[in-house]
């Protein structure tokens, strides 16, 4: 793993961003005052590698102004229906702060924790001793893991017996606290998540943390190995008492009995909570000489020395490793508080390699999986996205997906139906739409060699069907460059309807290395006809996309315009204003215009162009709406967000709406901005870029962010938890850090006609397509050109292939 940010591209990373932070600490001398968040964040970036205490406490001091008159979150009053121990919503444990976004254990981290998230969130660090006894915050006792001192001082590595393995690496204990402050800086310990931040911080001591919190911040220490100092002459459990004494520490958790029995007696404050950490079930916890397991049977003997366990997730909700899906919730909550324990989660995160299916790769449904059963629900969250589990619980909660009508506003537009979980294009997917929220359904169009319109993901059959699995039609493989997509594909043009008929539908999953919902292999391929029937008889909206129809018109030979017609026309939907049709081809909606009273959307393609007011005007006189791709509205570059575009005001100046394309939950395609929160992303397009609609693969997470409880500030006053969403400033992160994006290419003006002439009028509706009328007319296959079938990317290689989409693909 450790290949993909290797040595020689961290320093000239870090080499580059020395020079922009000094170069632009020069220029900033006029730093604005209002913006204390950012300067404070500066402050960090231009004193490193000269970390001197003082600069520490002037920060602290800016932070503490920055949370009074920012003042985001409001605590008010209980929700009574939280079935945890004591009846109090769950609390949000930060680890390392935000280490989601940040380097954990750092200044950025935990401002920003504390800024964003649940007012009473508690700040977790991770307690280790330098040689001199001295607490320094940092995961793992390998500091290589999470510091630049590999990088720096390879010299320094030692070798150790750790729990009695020998173990090479870089220890705490060889080196003093004045050294690790001093010369160390913190690095991003998930390989997983970009380095941009590598080398900017310094490492903080536990002592540190109450100038980064808000006063209603809770501290939570753990200590993870303290036999190991224990074993090299320092002692953990005095260091803990004497900075019990120095700030409130609210928990302290260990994975070890004796260290939590003894750090509790003569403790000199009795706010402090004692939890036991709980490892693997059948490691063996040294001073009892009994496994985890053992010790989780116990509970009341527990509760001698303890108020709560932090417990791995998967022992409350089990996942079933070999397919992805949940099990059945395990006892250990309603065992534990029958004892008298709170229990706590650990290991909750965003950007999860392996999620789970159940969850829709949303991070929110994960957190509510928690405290939504009607037994005993979780007394905590450790988290490296405080931010996500604070809105779970403030706004989430009561929230249940609701059919949606297709005059709801913001438009939820399916993307092939619920494709996020099922078969894109299938009824299954449909009705999941539907039932999730969706307030327009689509049906993206392609043509069958006998005129017949169907509903698939791409006119490439390869990537949504079983076509692969039968070899007889792998003949038919060839490369069609009009469909842009630069490989060889199997094309519906080529097979008539009476053969496609005969796949199967398969899931597609478009972000590399993260692979969807396998379950449903059995589900049929439908027409244009078959979805119009059952689209009619749902309350919701009918989007049908035109894929193509321009070359298939006037190359093909296809009628893709007749064939729409007449299936809306059969199914009794002629002029109906439930229905939109979108298309990216002029022609084509000129042609339906002459044809048809619908809305129109015009679908943009091309996420590389510019787009002034004369295309606005030109796209107005052929559609009342605009579909954008994401790209277009939020402009990234390495998963960053640049400056936000003025592109939707130019449209709405207009009365032009605006729907946004494609939206999707899992993390590698959301811009790394959003905190891997798909609902963070919504809360964003809708409020600061101020789109109109979403095309989305998850229909539902799109519906249930619209029913949260904390969009109306009316509401919230009348229920439990305050919380106000978090919304992303494009362009921010970049800015503060100078982080490293590649220059936006010279755009070329989006060209909205593209040259096409109109469609000829010969072409009119009623075709000859009846689905399922057999034979083939004028199927004359033709042989294999020399294409190599680009077949669907197989499974190996899933962790890599995902974290070159991080670097490479990242917000597509
Ligand atoms: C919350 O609960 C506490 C203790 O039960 C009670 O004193 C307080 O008034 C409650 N606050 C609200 C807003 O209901
Ligand atoms: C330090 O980094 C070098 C080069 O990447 C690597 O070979 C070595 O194993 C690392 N040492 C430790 C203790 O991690
Ligand atoms: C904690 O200690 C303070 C003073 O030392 C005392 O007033 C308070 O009652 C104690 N609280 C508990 C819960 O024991
Ligand atoms: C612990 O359990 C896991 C899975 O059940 C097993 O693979 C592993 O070998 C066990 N470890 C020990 C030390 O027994
Ligand atoms: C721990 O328990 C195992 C068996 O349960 C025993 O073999 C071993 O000697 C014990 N170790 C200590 C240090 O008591
Ligand atoms: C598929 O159809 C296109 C357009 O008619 C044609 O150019 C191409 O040769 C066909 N491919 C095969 C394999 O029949
Ligand atoms: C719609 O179908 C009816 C018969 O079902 C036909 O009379 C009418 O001309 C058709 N309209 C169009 C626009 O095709
Ligand atoms: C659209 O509706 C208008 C009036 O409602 C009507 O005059 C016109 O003929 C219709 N156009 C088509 C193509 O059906
Ligand atoms: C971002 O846009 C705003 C307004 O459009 C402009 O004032 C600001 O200078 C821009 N910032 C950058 C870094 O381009
Ligand atoms: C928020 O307020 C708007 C307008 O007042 C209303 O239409 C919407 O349903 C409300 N949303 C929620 C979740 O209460
Ligand atoms: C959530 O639902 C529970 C029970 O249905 C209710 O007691 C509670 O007030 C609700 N909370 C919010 C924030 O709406
Ligand atoms: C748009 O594209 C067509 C076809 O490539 C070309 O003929 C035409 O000149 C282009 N129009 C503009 C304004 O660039």
């Known amino acids: 793993m450790r290949l993909l940010w290797s040595l020689d591209l961290y320093l000239k990373r870090n080499l580059v961003l020395l020079v922009l932070v000094l170069a632009w600490l020069e220029k900033c001398s006029a730093i604005s005052n209002s913006d204390k968040f950012l300067e404070m964040l500066r402050l960090e970036a231009g004193s490193f590698p000269n970390a001197r205490l003082q600069q520490i406490k002037e920060g602290s001091a800016i932070q503490r102004q920055l ?89 320094l590595s030692s070798k150790y017996n750790v729990s009695g393995v020998p173990t090479q690496g870089f220890f705490s204990i060889d080196l003093t606290a004045s050294f690790v402050l001093q010369n160390l800086s913190a690095i991003q310990a998930n390989l997983a998540r970009p380095p941009f931040f590598n080398g900017h911080f310094r490492i903080l001591q536990p002592t540190d943390l109450p100038n980064f919190g808000q006063n209603t911040s809770l501290f939570w220490l753990n200590a993870e190995s303290p036999s190991f100092f224990s074993e090299h002459e320092l002692n953990m459990s005095s260091y803990v008492q004497s900075l019990m004494a120095d700030m409130p520490v609210d928990f302290i958790s260990a994975p070890d009995v004796a260290f939590l029995q003894g750090v509790q007696t003569g403790a000199p404050s009795n706010i402090t909570k004692f939890v036991l950490k709980i490892r693997g079930l059948n490691e063996t916890e040294a001073s009892t000489n009994l496994t985890y397991e053992t010790l989780l049977k116990n509970f009341s003997t527990v509760a001698t020395y303890a108020s709560g366990i932090l417990v791995p997730k998967e022992y409350i ?84 997906s609701t059919t949606r009508t297709s005059g709801s506003k913001p438009y939820v537009i399916s993307h092939n139906g619920d494709s996020g979980n099922y078969p894109g294009c299938t009824i299954l997917a449909y009705e999941s739409a539907v039932r999730g929220g969706a307030t327009y359904i689509d049906c993206s169009v392609q043509m069958t060699s006998d005129g017949v319109a169907i509903c698939r993901e791409s006119p490439n059959l390869l990537l949504s069907t079983d076509v692969s699995t039968h070899s007889n039609f792998m003949s038919l493989v060839s490369s069609i460059p009009q469909f842009g997509d630069g490989n060889a594909g199997l094309y519906s043009i080529n097979m008539t309807w009476a053969q496609i008929q005969g796949l199967k539908a398969l899931m597609f999953s478009p972000t590399k290395g993260i692979q969807r919902n396998p379950a449903y292999k059995e589900e049929s391929i439908i027409t244009l006809a078959e979805f119009l029937n059952y689209a009619k008889n749902t309350s919701v909206g009918i989007l049908i996309d035109i894929q193509f129809g321009y070359f298939l018109e006037t190359e093909v030979g296809l009628d893709v315009v007749g064939a729409v017609l007449t299936s809306l026309n059969e199914t009794g939907l002629t002029d109906s ?23 129109f959307v015009y679908k943009v393609v091309d996420s590389n162009v510019s787009v002034t007011e004369t295309e606005v005007t030109q796209i107005k006189s052929l559609a009342n709406f605009v579909r954008l791709p994401r790209a277009l509205v939020q402009v990234a570059s390495n998963s960053l967000l640049l400056n936000k575009t003025d592109i939707v005001n130019l449209f709405h100046a207009q009365n032009v709406s605006v729907f946004v394309s494609y939206l999707r939950n899992e993390f590698v395609a959301i811009p790394f901005d959003y905190n891997a929160d798909p609902t963070m992303e919504l809360n964003t397009l809708l409020n600061v870029y101020e789109v109109d609609g979403v095309v989305t693969d998850f229909p539902a997470t799109a519906s249930y962010y619209l029913s949260n409880t904390c969009l109306n500030s009316t509401t919230q006053a009348t229920t439990g938890l305050q919380y106000k969403l978090e919304t992303v400033n494009p362009g921010e992160l970049v800015t503060i850090w100078s982080l490293p994006v590649q220059n936006v290419t010279p755009q070329t003006p989006l060209n909205v006609t593209k040259g096409q002439t109109n469609l000829p009028s010969s072409l009119n509706p009623s075709p000859s397509t009846s689905p399922g009328s057999g034979e083939a007319p004028g199927m004359s296959p033709s042989p294999s050109r020399s294409a190599t079938p680009s077949l669907i990317q197989p499974n190996i290689a899933l962790l890599l292939a995902a974290l070159v989409v991080i670097i490479t693909n990242h917000c597509k």
């Open 67 to 155: 949370v009074s008159s920012v003042s985001r979150r409001i605590l008010a009053g209980n929700d009574s229906a939280w079935n945890t121990l004591d009846g109090s919503p769950p609390l949000v444990i930060a680890r390392g702060g935000s280490s989601g976004l940040f380097p954990d254990q750092t200044l950025p981290a935990y401002v920003f924790a504390s800024a964003f998230s649940l007012p009473n969130t508690a700040l977790f660090c991770d307690l280790q001793l330098t040689k001199d006894g001295v607490g320094i915050c940092r995961t793992g006792i390998d500091l290589a893991d999470s510091t630049s001192i590999n990088i720096s001082y390879p010299e």
């Open 317 to 400: 909700w089990p996942v079933d490793i070999e397919t992805g899906y949940l099990g059945i919730e395990s006892t250990l909550i309603a065992d534990a508080h029958a004892a008298g324990l709170a229990v706590y989660g650990y290991d909750f995160i965003n950007d999860p390699l392996t999620p789970t299916y159940n969850y829709s790769f949303d991070p929110v449904r994960e957190y509510l999986q928690f405290v939504t059963s009607t037994g005993h629900h979780i007394d905590g969250f450790l988290t490296d996205f405080p931010t996500t589990a604070s809105e779970a619980i403030a706004c989430f909660r009561n929230t249940t």
């Open 577 to 599: 204003e439930r229905v939109m049709i979108q298309s990216e081809d002029s022609a084509v909606l000129t042609r339906f215009q002459e044809l048809s009273n619908h809305t």
